[in-house]
């Protein structure tokens, strides 16, 4: 689960920093750096989230201007023409509802590309999703994010929502499957490790065990040209405008947040028994 309210979390995450590093101290005097790409990373562990400090050193210069690189991309992307996948509605085609119209019911998710517990969540239970979307049992909405790229650094998250779009924009099925993918243990990023959804080479990778999307000319175009990166900002904004969600991921039934009680809110179903145990109590029919 990733905290969205994490300022005390960072706190006492600060705290257990201290606290490692004093007993990494004595354990290991001998290594003085872990090297990635030529960068040091020191690892934060909040709560349900993971926030990650590099530290450039030497070659760092060249991670400093990437991200530069890549935040001035996204304040561009925010104001470039809004271009609104298929099979979306609303004014800036931020509702994405997939389904049979005349389901009685909505399963309502939102999740961060990069978040771990959407990933354990999609790997125990999102095969079983779209199967009750197909059978008619609800219709899905759903609600996506990027608050990980801000406490993680990085774009990822919001790169990936983009890619999302040009796959959404081929099919609802296409968007399913490769959100799937994305979330599965294959192919989503370790929570420590390197942002690799920032990639768009890694992102066309991921699309390629995808059959709707696998050499799909379009698709790639749309993910390399960012084609939909300000409507995955849009994407991101709606989500943050659900003041209930404190965390992701998280689920709805109709107007009900399903889960267990944490001091972060509601935790989602991790299991497919429970997660089909307590949709199942909160179905009308």
């Known amino acids: 689960m990733s905290n969205r309210n994490n300022q005390a979390n960072k706190q006492a995450a600060r705290e257990r920093l201290r606290a490692e590093r004093e007993r990494q101290a004595k354990k290991e005097r001998v290594r003085r750096q872990l090297t990635v790409g030529g960068a040091i990373v020191g690892v934060l562990a909040i709560a349900g989230g993971i926030a990650v400090a590099v530290a450039n050193t030497g070659g760092g210069s060249d991670s400093a201007a990437t991200a530069a690189a890549g935040s001035d991309a996204w304040a561009k992307a925010a104001k470039t023409k809004l271009a609104k996948p298929a099979n979306t509605t609303g004014a800036k085609g931020t509702t994405v509802v997939i389904g049979k119209p005349n389901a009685k019911n909505t399963l309502s998710l939102f999740e961060d590309p990069r978040c771990p517990g959407c990933a354990g969540f999609e790997q125990n239970v999102g095969e079983t999703v779209e199967k009750d979307i197909k059978d008619g049992k609800y219709k899905a909405s759903y609600h996506l994010g990027t608050f990980l790229d801000a406490n993680l650094k990085g774009t990822g998250s919001k790169n990936a929502l983009s890619a999302l779009g040009a796959a959404l924009n081929v099919s609802s099925d296409a968007f399913l499957k490769y959100k799937y993918a994305l979330y599965s243990k294959e192919f989503h990023p370790e929570e420590t490790g390197p942002d690799k959804f920032a990639d768009?080479?890694?992102?066309?990778?991921?699309?390629?065990?995808?059959?709707?999307?696998?050499?799909?000319?379009?698709?790639?175009?749309?993910?390399?040209?960012?084609?939909?990166?300000?409507?995955?900002?849009?994407?991101?904004?709606?989500?943050?405008?659900?003041?209930?969600?404190?965390?992701?991921p998280t689920v709805k039934v109709n107007d009900t947040v399903i889960g267990t009680d944490s001091p972060q809110g509601k935790v989602a179903p991790s299991s497919l028994a429970e997660f089909t145990s307590m949709v199942d109590k909160e179905l009308k029919h």
């Open 200 to 248: 768009d080479s890694y992102l066309i990778k991921v699309a390629d065990t995808i059959p709707a999307l696998k050499g799909n000319a379009a698709f790639q175009k749309a993910v390399k040209s960012g084609t939909y990166d300000r409507w995955a900002l849009e994407m991101s904004t709606e989500f943050n405008s659900h003041k209930e969600v404190t965390s992701t």
